[in-house]
Structures are given as C-alpha cells and as structure tokens.
C-alpha cells in the first residue's frame, strides 16, 4: 500500500524559509518521479515542483529561483526547499508519486506578510 506523509509546514514570515519533507512507503522510490502540489485556500491544486527518478528536477515560474527539490533515496524521502517565502505561498502542500493516484494528507505553510 502507497503512503505519503508530508511534515515541515508551519507559520512564517514574508523572507523566511521552510523545508519540507516527505516520506514514502509502498513502493520502489528510487525508480519513481515525485512532486510537490500545492492548494492554495480557495483555488485548485497546482504543480509545484517534479523531481525524476535521475533527479533532474523541473518547477512552476512562480517559485523559480525561490525553491528547490531534492530527493534522498536511502531515506525514501523527497524535499522542498522553500526561500523567500510570500504570503502568495501561502498553502496546503502535498507530495504525490507521478503515475500513481495516492496524496498525502498535506502539510500547512502559512506565510504572513
């Protein structure tokens, strides 16, 4: 069974800076992509960041330059380094394995301005 569990949100202000993690179980993670969704209050999920499984790592225009994926295969887990934070950031973010239907339940990022 495919689990995804998100950990590292939380409040901060505008400038700061937050890593999240997510750990995965249920599958072979170093020969799968990952990526980081995010939902902010009221509008869709929204594409992040992609990471594949050589690491080659792609992001949305809005969070170039500001934030970076990375993934550590030993441990299962993938990251996202977030710097420079706006209160546009602000979210529910999600990990998810691409190709495969399973979402974490999410981690909060608050970004006050």
């Known amino acids: 069974q495919v689990q995804l569990v998100e950990s590292g949100g939380g409040l901060v202000q505008a400038g700061g800076s937050l890593r999240l993690s997510c750990a995965a179980s249920g599958i072979i993670f170093s020969r799968n992509a990952m990526a980081w969704y995010r939902q902010p209050p009221g509008k869709q999920r929204e594409l992040v960041a992609s990471?594949?499984?050589?690491?080659?790592?792609n992001y949305a225009d809005s969070v170039k330059d500001r934030f970076t994926i990375s993934r550590d295969n030993a441990k299962n887990t993938v990251y996202l380094q977030m710097n420079s934070l706006e209160p546009e950031d602000t979210a529910v973010y999600y990990c998810?394995?691409?190709?495969?239907?399973?979402w974490g339940q999410g981690t909060q990022v608050t970004v006050s301005s």
């Open positions: 990471i594949t499984s050589g690491s080659t790592s």
């Open positions: 998810k394995i691409l190709g495969f239907r399973s």
